[in-house]
């Protein structure tokens, strides 16, 4: 599996937030905003992009999707690999 973070800012300042804050996993760069247009979390008002936490399967589908009301607070990785159902159980 791989873990990845998605971060409006420049790509020198998504790398400085993850080393800063000793991530474990890669922060990638969407400075254009098009992962947040195309998983429907742009904020365009602000322009940002509404805190959320995709999980993606092999195939490319969104198993799990998260609106989170506050970028400050974030589920643990495996709370929410947790809530995912076991691989070929219906999904709830």
């Known amino acids: 599996m791989t873990l990845a973070g998605v971060s409006g800012d420049p790509l020198d300042i998504a790398e400085a937030l993850a080393r800063d804050q000793e991530y474990s996993f890669a922060v ?47 589920p643990l990785v495996d709370a929410i690999l947790e809530s995912l159902p076991a691989e070929g159980a219906p999904s709830p």
């Open 28 to 74: 990638l760069s969407d400075h254009a905003r098009e992962v947040m247009r195309a998983y429907g979390v742009e904020d365009p008002a602000n322009e940002t992009a509404w805190p959320a936490i995709f999980v993606i399967g092999p195939e490319g589908k969104v198993l799990k999707r998260l609106m989170l009301e506050t970028y400050k607070e974030r």
